[in-house]
């Protein structure tokens, strides 16, 4: 899984970068062209606790990677500022699962906004509207091929040309109001028309608004006002003090909670932002046990028991017969597999099983 890190120039995304990354990208320079990436373990605690249980000789997280992508230009008449950022930066904005859109919500006199006034409201829609303009800008370029040489080909070319300028015809007056189309609902056949031109607003969003230390208090306050007024499908908003993050990081466990204490903090932002991340591109974690490993492995929520063997091997899938299945909570009340078994608690599942998050599986496979 890839999320990129966007945000308007002096936004402080790369400061978010190096906290999630525990990287030291360089920052400043109001978004100069430097790609930065990244991967970060997926905080889960269900995994510590298994391992107290089967003694395994490592743990291994599910983990994300992050891109920290530079500001795009602004657009204008004859451009799109999003479109002429560099080919890798914009294909790696475009292969991204989701994107986490960090704004400015601080206010220095030492570091003033670009600006000249912080307002998040407003610069969540500027770059919104940048994106908004490249899909618009992708989409005329497509219609403009398809109502001339989309009209050539085999009777079963043609046809598919004309559902997919159905589809982008539907979809252009909805940009052109400024609206992303993740908001528009899609059917299977349709989704499958838009992937591969990987439009910027169809991928979900986390919202991160970058607040400084002195406005920890007000955050949840900024994040409800915020997003009583983002109501579009498929987003998140949260609030974190990236500067803050960034000297917990740098402060061994003792000291970084004394710290958390005197700022009433009760958990790492960072840790619920990497989670936040997990869960907006619809992902769960089903969970392997035993002497080897204990390991966290990513699928898309309502995956099916053969595409959790799937993820693990494709000869498991091949060779699928059941799932050895129980929940996290049962396997750690019970404390080991034959005490489950001796309760009742250890499923056996086929195929078509629909794996929950938390679920501690055992595939068995014919090779």
């Known amino acids: 899984m890839q999320i990129a890190i966007v945000g308007l120039a002096g936004c402080g995304k790369t400061t978010v970068f190096n906290t999630l990354t525990r990287g030291h990208a360089e920052t400043g320079g109001y978004g100069g062209l430097q790609l930065n990436v990244g991967v970060v373990k997926v905080p889960d605690e269900r995994l510590e606790k298994l391992a107290a249980v089967f003694k395994p000789r490592k743990i291994v997280h599910a983990d994300v990677t992050y891109v920290d992508l530079p500001a795009p230009p602004a657009s204008s008449e004859g451009h799109v ?17 989701a994107l986490v859109h960090v704004v400015r919500a601080w206010d220095s006199a030492a570091n003033p906004h670009p600006s000249g006034s912080v307002d998040p409201a407003r610069d969540l829609e500027n770059l919104d509207l940048e994106f908004t303009l490249a899909d618009l800008a992708m989409v005329d370029r497509r219609l403009e091929r398809l109502r001339g040489s989309g009209r050539h080909g085999t009777p079963a070319e043609r046809e598919a040309n004309e559902r997919e300028q159905t589809v982008l015809e539907r979809l252009k007056p909805v940009l052109e109001a400024g609206r992303p189309i993740r908001d528009e609902q899609l059917d299977a056949d349709e989704e499958k028309i838009l992937r591969g031109f990987r439009f910027l607003t169809q991928k979900p ?3 991160l608004l970058n607040v400084g230390e002195g406005d920890l208090a007000n955050a949840p306050a900024l994040v409800e006002r915020i997003r009583s007024g983002y109501t579009h499908r498929h987003s998140l908003v949260d609030a974190l ?11 061994d466990p003792e000291e970084a909670a004394v710290f958390m204490e005197e700022l009433g903090l009760t958990e790492s932002s960072l840790d619920r932002v990497i989670k936040l991340s997990y869960q907006l591109v619809g992902l769960i974690s089903f969970l392997t046990a035993g002497p080897d490993e204990v390991r966290a492995w990513p699928i898309p929520a309502d995956s099916s028991a053969v595409d959790a063997a799937g993820a693990i091997h494709s000869d498991l899938a091949r060779g699928f017969i059941r799932a050895e299945t129980i929940a996290y909570e049962d396997l750690l009340t019970l404390g080991s597999m034959a005490e489950a078994k001796k309760h009742g608690k250890v499923r056996s599942e086929g195929k ?3 794996v929950r998050d938390g679920d501690v599986i055992e595939i068995l496979f014919s090779k």
């Open 352 to 354: 078509t099983y629909r």
């Open 81 to 97: 500022g999003a479109e002429e950022l560099p080919a890798e930066h914009l294909a790696r904005l475009r292969d991204s699962d």
């Open 241 to 251: 003090s990236a500067r803050i993050e960034m000297e917990l990081g740098e402060l």
């Open 205 to 207: 969003v986390l919202v």
